[in-house]
């Protein structure tokens, strides 16, 4: 069985041990992908454009917990849509809106007491 070595650079190889050979391998499939959707609930999902300027109207069904995989329109995709199901993608997703959301309401929190308006009743020098 060949074992695939991917790194943060283009510098993937796969090495066939029953081979002795070492490729190097393309990471050019991601740029087929548009935009990456997570259904948190079932939906109809309905995607309609042009692609090598022809009209096109393509639909799936997504399920709950699925992930929709919007492709570029261009002379390689003849479908444009696709829904996987992957545990670590979704976790990933997951964990980026939760800490995101953390975030924003951190920054809120912070922003909230802008010194327009004191927020406290202290004996400081603030007016309020």
């Given amino acids: 069985m060949k074992t695939l070595y991917l790194t ?11 081979e002795n050979t ?11 992908i548009r935009n990456i959707y ?3 609930e079932p939906m109809h999902v309905i995607y309609s454009g042009t692609n090598n300027g022809e009209p ?3 639909e799936i069904d997504a399920k709950k917990g699925d992930i929709i995989i919007v492709f570029y329109t261009n002379r ?4 444009l849509l696709a829904t996987i199901k992957s545990k670590e993608w979704v976790a990933n997703i ?6 995101e959301q953390k975030e924003r309401e951190e920054w809120a929190l912070k922003n909230a ?3 327009e308006v004191p927020t406290c009743d202290c004996c400081c020098k603030c007016e309020g």
């Fill in 8 to 18: 943060n650079s283009s510098a993937n190889i796969a090495i066939d041990p029953e």
């Fill in 22 to 32: 070492a490729q190097h391998i393309e990471s050019e499939d991601r740029y087929d």
């Fill in 38 to 40: 997570y259904a948190e």
């Fill in 56 to 58: 096109f109207k393509e």
């Fill in 76 to 79: 390689f995709n003849k479908k």
């Fill in 94 to 99: 997951k964990n980026r809106h939760k800490i």
């Fill in 113 to 115: 007491d802008n010194g």
